[in-house]
């Protein structure tokens, strides 16, 4: 037992001789978290724990949520797919994309004329049944409803089946994406 009443995960002592303390969620984990390591299914974290048990309900609550807003199809005016896109099991692998069109947006409205023309680029002139990634990031950082959780994309050539693909809106072959943009990237891929 170490302070604050957390066990200390099972032979494991991290970078700088930091020991990882056994937690019940990986999002209740400031840095990195480990699995297989603690009794009872917990989740070993190297960091800072961030929940707590709320005696009153027996639930943990969490100071911090790492799950980004996400907007979803309605708001950006999508429209429905050409065809029943396949459902996946959860992904195996995340892929992450820029629209390399060389346009960015920095609103909502900005951000669903260029998904809007991003949909209809994938659906008339790819003949894809709709917009190809998962989740579009825009230049705000805001993040944007694609197919959504477990639907088959179309980002990434014989790995769709098992993976979700998520995009900057840009062209980043030059430039790095904004700050903005890469804390959203780390939490999607997070919550996956």
């Known amino acids: ?10 032979g494991t002592v991290g970078h700088n001789d930091r020991h990882g303390v056994c937690i019940l969620d990986k999002f209740c984990c400031k840095g990195f978290s480990v699995r297989n ?33 996400i907007i979803p199809r309605q708001q950006w005016r999508a429209r429905q797919p050409n065809q029943l896109i396949a ?17 960015t947006c920095q609103s909502l409205e900005s951000c669903g004329v260029r998904l ?5 680029y994938h659906q008339f002139n790819k003949d894809w049944p709709d ?13 944007y409803e694609g197919v959504g959780w ?10 769709n089946h098992n993976s979700i693909g ?20 780390d939490n999607i891929c997070m919550t996956i």
């Open 166 to 185: 998520v995009a900057f809106v840009g062209n980043f072959n030059d430039e790095k994406p904004t700050e903005k943009k890469l804390p959203v990237q």
């Open 150 to 159: 477990n639907r088959q994309g179309f980002h990434t050539l014989n790995w």
């Open 87 to 103: 459902s996946i099991p959860p992904a195996e692998h995340v892929f992450v994309h820029h629209t390399d069109d060389g346009n």
């Open 37 to 69: 390591l603690c009794p009872d299914g917990g989740i070993c974290c190297y960091g800072t724990p961030d929940c707590a048990l709320d005696s009153s309900t027996n639930a943990i609550k969490q100071s911090y949520n790492p799950c980004p807003l």
């Open 1 to 10: 037992m170490i302070a604050n009443n957390y066990i200390q995960c099972d």
């Open 116 to 120: 809007r023309s991003l949909q209809s």
């Open 131 to 143: 917009i190809a990634w998962n989740f579009i990031i825009g230049g705000n950082g805001q993040v």
